[in-house]
């Protein structure tokens, strides 16, 4: 294998994970992507070029602002690290041609949405919604879906959710989950097709459960105040799981119906 082909990938990925933490900052906030240039949220100061570098800028400036000294978050450098590492798989696995880079836009989606829904709680329309577009389009050639298949995963995805929101509600009394999830999961179908959303679930329950009670324990110790945690996050890695593994699906209903 072409050693360069690997390595334009992995740096692919580190400008778009520095591009999704722009998204992630503004989107939440309605502020455009575009312009202004990244800057400073602390002193405001217009971030230079070779400070925007992804990671190796992180690095120079030992984590803080060049001007106001204030420190960066380590989401910054994790997150463009975490992106090139997925580029560099997705091109293991498909390969460089458009079903890479399609796929690579909805890595990037389910990334930016983890992303937002950790600190605010919401998923925007602004991804999810075109990103069902996208991936219905995108149906007639991509290798893990039929268009029959997409179309029947974003109605079941959003429909699945739904019920299993107000089956929760009629329980509890409470919401336990909004229509970002709903839209999110029907993104997931378009991409993954129908067969993948119950492993999806499936697996973004077992791990969120598991989240969810070091998180409890966590606040029993050390913080008493209550911190909701998001389920878009597990939905998302459960999508990135059949993305990289879409073996998975067979071996999950093949363990389902042997029960």
């Not at 989107?27 to 455009?32: F, G, H, I, T, V």
């Not at 949405?113 to 075109?130: C, N, V, Y």
């Not at 970002?180 to 993954?192: Q, T």
Request: with cysteine.
């Amino acid at each position: 294998m072409d050693v360069l082909q690997p390595l334009a990938s992995f740096i692919l990925g580190l400008i778009l994970g520095s591009f999704l933490n722009v998204c992630a900052y503004r989107l939440p906030r309605e502020e455009s992507i575009v312009y202004p240039r990244s800057r400073c949220p602390n002193c405001k100061v217009p971030i230079r070029w070779y400070d925007n570098i992804p990671v190796l800028s992180f690095v120079f400036l030992r984590g803080k602002c060049r001007f106001c000294k204030a420190p960066i978050s380590w989401r910054y450098p994790v997150v463009e690290l975490l992106t090139g590492f997925m580029a560099l798989g997705l091109f293991i696995r498909y390969g460089f041609n458009p079903v890479y880079f399609y796929l690579l836009a909805f890595g990037a989606a389910l990334v930016v949405t983890s992303l937002i829904d950790l600190e605010f709680q919401i998923i925007p329309d602004e991804i999810s919604l075109p990103g069902i577009l996208v991936g219905l389009a995108g149906s007639f050639w991509n290798p893990l879906v039929t268009p029959l298949s997409s179309l029947l995963g974003a109605l079941v995805g959003a429909g699945s959710l739904y019920l299993v929101a107000e089956y929760y509600y009629f329980i509890t009394k409470r919401e336990g989950m909004g229509g970002g999830d709903l839209k999110l999961l029907a993104m997931i179908g378009s991409f993954l097709g129908v067969s993948s959303l119950l492993p999806v679930i499936f697996m973004a329950s077992l791990v969120g459960a598991v989240a969810g009670l070091i998180l409890a324990f966590w606040q029993k110790v050390h913080d008493k105040r209550h911190l909701a945690l998001p389920f878009g996050p597990f939905l998302a890695l459960g999508a990135l799981i059949i993305l990289f593994y879409p073996q998975v699906v067979d071996l999950f209903f093949g363990i389902w119906f042997a029960q």
